[in-house]
T-cell receptor, first 116, second 118 residues
Framework: GESVGLHLPTLSVQEGDNSIINCAYS??????FIWYKQESGKGPQFIIDIRSNMDKRQGQRVTVLLNKTVKHLSLQIAATQPGDSAVYFCAEKRRGRGSTLGRLYFGRGTQLTVWP | NAGVMQNPRHLVRRRGQEARLRCSPMKGHSHVYWYRQLPEEGLKFMVYLQKENIIDESGMPKERFSAEFPKEGPSILRIQQVVRGDSAAYFCASSQNWGRGEINEKLFFGSGTQLSVL
């Protein structure tokens, strides 16, 4: 299953399928990106990050792809499990004068639902 | 190794009262950030603090809101004379300072305080 970011904030997939969550960022000066997972009633949990000098980074069952040309970020989750059900946020850190580490700009989020 | 601790988890206030939200960063972390989240929205930056210093408060409303991170004790986000529009989830995050002016950009978040204003 695949989401189209801000215009489709929900994604439903079958357990075992791969999931792709998309995110469009706005600032070409952004140099660092993070994906967070937020379960209901909990704080955001770090999943994976990537710097702007990379195109791809892999973790355990997750891969982040960065396309700077079109300012697009995606999170791929392999063999999606019911425990992956949550809201997924992409966040960007913008480089530039006055920018401060820790000032992340969050997208709206995508609700991933995994059906058994 | 405890994570970022926030309390209370839920806070109910009547309009005009004060709300105090507390945050203890992860052990070894010296940078604290506060974010606010409205329902079905992403987190919005409010303020960034180090011990006894406010580094960036550009995301914080000019009135009624204040934050501190004293030398001893947790960071406090204080909202005076709360209004219904202040109802939201408030998240604290912390990061580690590696020294040499380099700061680990990875933020670790607490479980948040859900503020409800009646």
């Amino acid at each position: 299953g695949e989401s189209v970011g801000l215009h489709l904030p929900t994604l439903s997939v079958q357990e075992g399928d791969n999931s792709i969550i998309n995110c469009a960022y706005s600032n070409s000066a952004s140099d660092y990106f993070i994906w967070y997972k937020q379960e209901s009633g909990k704080g955001p949990q770090f999943i994976i990050d990537i710097r702007s000098n990379m195109d791809k980074r892999q973790g355990q069952r997750v891969t982040v792809l960065l396309n700077k040309t079109v300012k697009h970020l995606s999170l791929q989750i392999a063999a999606t499990q019911p425990g992956d059900s949550a809201v997924y946020f992409c966040a960007e850190k913008r480089r530039g004068r006055g920018s401060t580490l820790g000032r992340l700009y969050f997208g709206r989020g995508t609700q991933l639902t995994v059906w058994p | 190794n405890a994570g970022v601790m926030q309390n209370p988890r839920h806070l109910v206030r009547r309009r005009g009262q004060e709300a105090r939200l507390r945050c203890s960063p992860m052990k070894g972390h010296s940078h604290v950030y506060w974010y606010r989240q409205l329902p079905e929205e992403g987190l919005k930056f409010m303020v960034y603090l180090q011990k006894e210093n406010i580094i960036d408060e550009s995301g914080m409303p000019k009135e009624r809101f204040s934050a501190e991170f004293p030398k001893e004790g947790p960071s406090i986000l204080r909202i005076q004379q709360v209004v219904r529009g202040d109802s939201a989830a408030y998240f604290c995050a912390s990061s580690q300072n590696w020294g040499r002016g380099e700061i680990n950009e990875k933020l670790f978040f607490g479980s948040g305080t859900q503020l409800s204003v009646l």
